[in-house]
């Protein structure tokens, strides 16, 4: 698959009327999306449809969307799936295609079409008995022109209908539900749940993947993410915003591997700047990360009394003590010994355990500032970027060898603001590496990639699972070994991340997401790579 972009649902309308405008037909786009759905129910239960009788339920809107509905409801039903078609707008109220596919529906195998008023309760009870025993329910309610008000009415009372049995029925036979292009009452745009919102277990989404469902919280209600080619041209979005998201054959694509004539020394040279009393953990991680990311060596650089302790933890990784402060932390007089050192290394990986000591921090800025190697700066390295300067004159530094891994606090920090509102994360982010001339890695629940430029990669993979101490140092030092790979710094930190996020999937399918634990990475790490060798080799 590659690379996907994501647009706002109200890009999408654009893209729409420019591609009818050029020639191609509506009710073409409207029969592929439709069929594209149905399709997707059909393989699910493929199997299933050879022992039983399926029974599925969709439910439509006035618009679009529900003329979508209308076409996978025909062509469910022509495979043999019993369909009840629920309308909840009068069908006087249907225009142009979306009224073609409805008026086509009585010449199709469809058995039961019905318009229904929730507000009767004989209408509602009857809905609900039905989606009662369905095994399936199709929303087609509204599609990605939703936007500001909240969902009311009847597509509210049916959305809480939907949503209820589902819930329910958790413990016996399970609703699986359909999203048709986007989960009803999730803004497309943003992510935002407009009072209330279909959860999916899968959208279908047309053409692109739409922003609402590549970000939380709306990525929480689409379940898994179907893109599907309706037909229209690539020509048609590449005007628009920049933003990608990625799966694993672009990743193996992007990630330079060592041959039969590789050694250590050429598969790339990692310089680790870590490390502070009570945070030798941290340091750790990345140095072990780096290396099971593919690193042929690994240096850290650290205070010169907590060389034993790492001296004693990493047994693949060297390391180099440095001077240090009073607090044990490296100080900004060893920066001529690091200059000289680094020259020797492919890429600088600084900050995870780094501390607050002015000193170090004045260090990061001096090497950040002199010594232009590809380098990933985190945790309290990026202190060096909004902590407190001494008086700078002329003009900004050259960050652009630079890869920031903030959280959301440390990007908030960066920017001089409170706090960094979720639906907000792509304008920040994109502040943050403008401002900066950096990529600046948002961590978080769907990591941002932004570049100076504005080309956001949103990343699929991961979960919550990562919600614990040590996985931004396990990121760091993934990122580090790929920036030793001679890789862009956008594609190293896209590649990093995704590799992060499926390392934690890969985990917590074997184990818990409740239970994981940063070090368990490691061991995802190299079940990733065996992906991707896999994929190198096809």
């Avoid at 209408?123 to 329910?137: G, I, M, P």
């Avoid at 490390?275 to 140095?287: D, E, L, N, R, V």
């Avoid at 004159?393 to 001089?416: M, N, Q, R, W, Y």
């Amino acid at each position: 698959m590659g690379a996907n972009i994501i647009l706002k649902g109200s890009r999408v309308a654009e893209v729409d009327a420019k591609c009818i405008a050029g020639g191609i037909d509506s009710k073409w786009l409207m029969q592929n999306a439709g069929s594209s759905v149905a399709a997707e129910i059909i393989k699910d239960y493929r199997r299933l449809l050879k022992t039983k009788k399926i029974k599925g339920i969709i439910v439509c809107g006035g618009g679009n969307n529900g003329g979508d509905g209308f076409v996978a409801a025909a062509d469910l039903a022509a495979a043999g799936i019993f369909i009840d078609v629920f309308f909840i707008s009068p069908p006087e109220k249907f225009s142009g295609d979306s009224k073609f596919y409805f008026d086509r529906l009585p010449d199709s195998k469809v058995e039961n079409i019905k318009y229904i008023d929730s507000s009767i309760a004989e209408d509602k009870e009857y809905f609900t008995n039905k989606a009662r025993a369905a095994d399936f329910v199709l929303d087609a309610i509204f599609g990605t022109g939703l936007h500001k008000n909240d969902v009311r009415g009847q597509a509210k009372d049916i959305i809480g209908i939907i949503n209820s049995i589902k819930d329910e029925r958790k413990k016996s036979v399970r609703l699986s539900v359909y999203a048709c292009d986007i989960p009803s009452g999730v803004d497309s745009d943003n992510a935002r749940i407009l009072g209330n919102a279909v959860k999916a277990d899968k959208t279908v989404t047309f053409g692109c993947i739409k922003l609402g469902i590549a970000q939380y919280p709306g990525k929480q209600y689409a379940g898994q993410i179907t893109v599907s080619d309706i037909g229209i041209p690539d020509k048609y979005y590449g005007e628009y915003e920049k933003i990608f998201q990625v799966d694993l054959s672009w990743v193996a694509e992007k990630i330079p591997m060592a041959g039969p004539l590789s050694y250590k020394h050429s598969v790339g040279k990692l310089l680790v700047i870590a490390g502070s009393p009570g945070f030798t953990g941290a340091a750790s991680m990345t140095c072990q990360a780096a290396m099971r990311a593919g690193a042929g060596i690994v240096t850290l650089v650290c205070p010169w009394e907590l060389n034993s302790i790492f001296e004693i933890k990493l047994t693949e990784v060297m390391t180099y003590p440095v001077e240090q402060t009073d607090d044990i932390t490296i100080h900004i007089d060893a920066y001529e010994e690091i200059e000289k050192l680094a020259q020797d290394y492919d890429a600088l990986a600084i900050g995870p355990g780094l501390s607050k000591n002015p000193s170090t921090i004045r260090l990061v800025r001096e090497i950040l500032k002199n010594i232009k190697k590809p380098t990933v700066l985190d945790a309290d390295g990026l202190r060096a970027l909004y902590g407190p300067k001494e008086i700078e004159t002329g003009k900004s530094p050259d960050f652009s060898h630079v890869i920031i891994t903030p959280h959301a606090g440390e990007l908030a920090a960066i920017l001089g603001i409170e706090k960094i509102p979720l639906q907000d994360r792509l304008k920040y982010n994109y502040q943050a590496a403008h401002k900066y001339g950096v990529i600046s890695v948002l961590k978080g629940a769907a990591t941002l990639v932004t570049s100076p430029g504005g080309t956001t990669y949103i990343n699929p993979a991961g979960s919550w699972a990562l919600a614990t101490a040590g996985t931004g140092d396990i990121l760091t030092g993934i990122t580090g070994s790929l920036l030793c790979r001679k890789m862009s710094l956008a594609e190293a930190a896209v590649c990093a991340v995704f590799i992060h996020g499926m390392a934690s999937d890969i985990m917590a399918a074997k184990t818990s997401r409740t239970c994981q634990l940063a070090t368990d990475l490691l061991e995802g790490i190299k079940e990733v790579f065996i992906e991707i060798e896999r994929l190198k080799q096809e």
